[in-house]
């Protein structure tokens, strides 16, 4: 399998922090994946792709493991997933 790792640093509140696992956890309930939430750890997987994200107090990482007939997508979605990261990592939503 190919890895996308995910690793940010944050200044979010706990509240905010909470709010983006939650938001996190609803765009892949969309999307159909599974979900595993055991505080900060949100886990998931699907249909070529399975992962895991922890936002801490102060950093957010993770990997995301695609599947063969993914692999071919992973610049794109790395990309995808870094921008959008960052967007809510900064407060901006």
Do not use: N
């Not at 983006?20 to 900060?40: F, H, P, V």
């Not at 695609?66 to 790395?78: D, I």
Request: glycine share 10%.
């Amino acid at each position: 399998m190919s890895r996308i790792e995910i690793s940010r640093e944050h200044q979010l509140s706990d509240q905010d922090r909470q709010e983006a696992l939650d938001d996190l956890a609803t765009y892949l309930a969309s999307i159909g994946a599974k979900l595993s939430r055991d505080g900060d750890r949100l886990a998931f997987s699907g249909r070529g792709y399975e992962g895991y994200v922890v936002v801490t107090s102060s950093t957010a990482h993770g990997t995301v493991k695609l599947g063969l007939l993914a692999r071919p997508f992973r610049g794109q979605l790395e990309k995808a997933i870094h921008e959008h990261l960052e967007a809510r990592l900064s407060g901006a939503r």
